[in-house]
C-alpha cells in the first residue's frame, strides 16, 4: 500500500527506526518494558484524514477494506469522495457503484466520465455492459439517456465558473426516431430546466445552445426564449449572446453604441471572458461609454494584468517522459488537420491551450499523446465550429491507431481532468485585441498573426504570458517590417500596463525560437513546415517568405545590447531531428496516410 509505505517512511511506526546494536540481556530487559506497536488505524482521526485526502479512487476503495476504522471514516467523508482522483479509470461494470457514489458526493470528474459512459454506452469491459442491457432496447435507451444528464446537469452545477460544456456531447444531429439516448439526455436535461431548480442558470444557456444548433426556425425562436431565462438567472454565457444579437448584428449609431458600451459594462465583474475581451476592445478603440478614459484604461490593465503563463512549458515538467521536440511534432500535425478541416485559427489556439492544460494537471505516455491531441481538437471544433471533427473521422486520421472508443475515452479524460475547462483566453485573443488600438497594415497583421502560431510550437517561450507573446508577435511584425516600433511600444505600455523592457526581452526570445531556430526533422528527413506551409499562401500575403530580422538588427532597433540575445533562452539553437529508433514521433500526415502514426511508444 503506497499510503502505509508513506507513513512508514515518514517514521510513524517506531519499528521503521534505524536499528541500534543491544546485547541479548539488555534487549530482553527492553522487551519485557516494550509498550505495543502504534498501529496506522490507532492515529488520530485528523492525520487518517490528511493521509486519505486527494488519494486516487483506487486507492480509496482498496483502504476502504483494509481496516473497519478506515471504512466507516471514508464512508462518512464525503469530501474524501468529492475530491478522489478518478484520472486513468472509467467506468466499468466491476466499479460503477464506485463511480457513482463519488458522483453522488460531488466529484466532477466523476460525473463527467460518468455521463460520456452513459451517453456513448462505451464502458471498459463493453461486453459486461451489453449483456446488462434489458431486452427492451427503449428502455435501455431512456435509462442510460436520463443518467448521462443528471450527471452533466450536477456537473455543471459544480462548475459555476467554468462555460458551458454539456452541449458539445449533446449537440444534434440526432437519430430521427427520437429512441437513441442523447434524444432522451436532451429532453430530460430540457425538462430539469424548465423546473426551474437551483444553478439552473447554466443548464438553461446549455438547453438554449443545443436548440440553437437545430435548423427549424421554431427551434430558433425557443431557444432565444431559453437564452433570455438564462439571463435573468445571471448566467454570464447568455447575458453576452443576447448583447451580441441585440448591438453586433447590424450597423449601430452613435447612441445605440454607447449605450452598448454601457450595457456591456453593467455584465460586471462576473461577466464571462468573450464578454471582458469585447469590453476591452471597445476601451483599447476609445469607445469609453461615458466613463473617464483613466477608468476604461485601468479595465483594460487589469484584464491584461491577468494572463498567466502558457500551460505549455508545465504540461512537460508534469511529463518529463515527454520532450519539446514530441510537442512541436504533435503540434505540426495539429495544424494539418485543422487546415484540411478548413477549421479557424482559434480553434488551434484552444486546441493547444487544452492539451497543454490537460499535460499539465495528468500525466500521458509517449503512445497517448497523439490520442490526447485528436480528442482535444474534437473537443474544441464542437465548441467553435459548425463543422466539427466526429470521433470515427478522428479514429481515422490517426491510421486508426486508436479506436472509437478510445477517443471517446480520451475525450472524456480530459473533460474530465480540467473540470469542462474546454474554453479559455489565448494568445490569439491577445493579439487581436492588441490589434485594435493601432492602426496596421492587413501585411503587419498576417505576419504577427504568423509568429503568434509559431509560438505554439514552441514550449520554452510557455513561460511568458499570453499577453507578452501577444505583444511581442505584433512587435516583431513591426521591426520586419520597418514600422514604427517607438510608438507602438509607448502606446502599448500606455493602453496596457505591460513593460516596455519585458516585451522587447520576450520578442528576443520568440525571436530566436521561432523565426531563427533551426527546425524540427523527423524520422523520414522531412522538416516539420506546417505554419509556414499555411502562411505562404496568397491567402497570407505570404508573409512567412519574409526573410527574418537578423538579431543584430533586431537588438538595435529595441536599444538592447546583443549579449542578451545569447543569453536568452538556451544558447544557440542545435538542429533538432527525431528518429525512429528514439520512439520520438512517427505521425501521419492527414493528406497523406503512407506511415506509421504513432507518437512514441
Known sequence: MRVIEGVRSAGIFPFEST???????????????????????????????????????????????????????????????????VNGHWPSMGNIRHFERAA??????????????????????????????????????????????????????????????????????????????KTLAFKHLKKMADLNQENSGKILTCV?????????????????????????????????????????????????????????????????????????????????????????????????????????????RSNPQLTNIMRYILIDWLVEVIRMKVFSQRVLHLTVRLVDLFLHRSTCSRSNLQLVGISALVLVSRFQSKEILTVREAAWLTDNTYKYEDVVHMMGEIAATVHGAIYGATTLDFLELFHSFATLEAKTIHLSRYICDLTLLESDVGRYSHAYLAASSVLLSLVMLNGNVTTWLSQMTLHTGLSTRDISLCALHV???????????????????????????????????????????????????????????????????????????????????????????
Open 19 to 85: 536499528p541500534v546494536m543491544r546485547s541479548r540481556k539488555s534487549e530482553k530487559h527492553n522487551n519485557d518494558n516494550a509498550k505495543p506497536s502504534v498501529k496506522i488505524w490507532s492515529l488520530p482521526e485528523e492525520l487518517h484524514l490528511r493521509l486519505l485526502e486527494g488519494l486516487p479512487l483506487i486507492d480509496l476503495i482498496t483502504m476502504r477494506a483494509v481496516h473497519p476504522v478506515f471504512k466507516d471514516l471514508i464512508d462518512s467523508n464525503p469530501k474524501l469522495w468529492s475530491i478522489a482522483n
Open 208 to 316: 438554449a445552445t443545443i436548440l440553437g444548433m437545430m435548423e427549424e426556425t421554431s427551434s430558433q425562436e425557443e431557444a432565444l426564449t431559453y437564452e433570455e431565462r438564462a439571463a435573468r438567472l445571471s448566467s454570464p454565457w447568455s447575458a453576452f449572446k443576447l448583447w451580441q444579437k441585440k448591438y453586433c448584428t447590424n450597423p449601430q449609431d452613435r447612441g445605440t453604441e454607447l449605450e452598448g458600451i454601457r450595457r456591456l459594462r453593467d455584465l460586471g465583474p462576473g461577466a464571462c471572458v468573450d464578454a471582458r475581451l469585447a469590453l476591452c476592445h471597445a476601451y483599447m478603440k476609445k469607445q469609453y461609454g461615458g466613463i473617464p478614459e483613466e477608468q476604461a484604461i485601468g479595465y483594460v490593465h487589469g484584464f491584461v494584468q491577468e494572463s498567466h503563463p502558457t500551460w505549455a512549458g508545465m504540461a512537460l
Open 104 to 181: 453522488n458526493r460531488g466529484n466532477v470528474e466523476a460525473l463527467i466520465k460518468l455521463g460520456i459512459a452513459y451517453l456513448y454506452d462505451t464502458w471498459d469491459n463493453l461486453g459486461e455492459a451489453t449483456t446488462c442491457r434489458s431486452l427492451d432496447q427503449k428502455w435501455h435507451f431512456h435509462e442510460t439517456g436520463i443518467r448521462a444528464a443528471e450527471a452533466f446537469r450536477l456537473a455543471e452545477s459544480l462548475t459555476p465558473h467554468t462555460a458551458p460544456f454539456t452541449a458539445l456531447f449533446l449537440r444534434p444531429p440526432w437519430s430521427a426516431n427520437g429512441n437513441y439516448t
Open 511 to 601: 525571436h530566436k525560437k521561432c523565426l531563427m531556430g533551426r527546425p524540427v526533422i523527423d524520422y523520414r528527413d522531412v522538416t516539420l513546415r506546417s505554419v509556414q506551409e499555411k502562411y505562404s499562401d496568397p491567402e497570407h500575403l505570404s508573409v512567412s517568405c519574409l526573410q527574418p530580422t537578423t538579431s543584430d538588427e533586431l537588438c538595435q532597433v529595441l536599444g538592447l545590447d546583443y549579449t542578451l540575445y545569447f543569453i536568452i533562452g538556451c544558447g544557440r539553437p542545435n538542429k533538432r531531428r527525431s528518429s525512429n529508433g528514439d520512439g520520438i514521433a512517427m505521425i501521419t500526415s492527414p493528406r497523406g496516410k503512407t506511415c506509421t502514426s504513432r507518437l512514441g511508444g
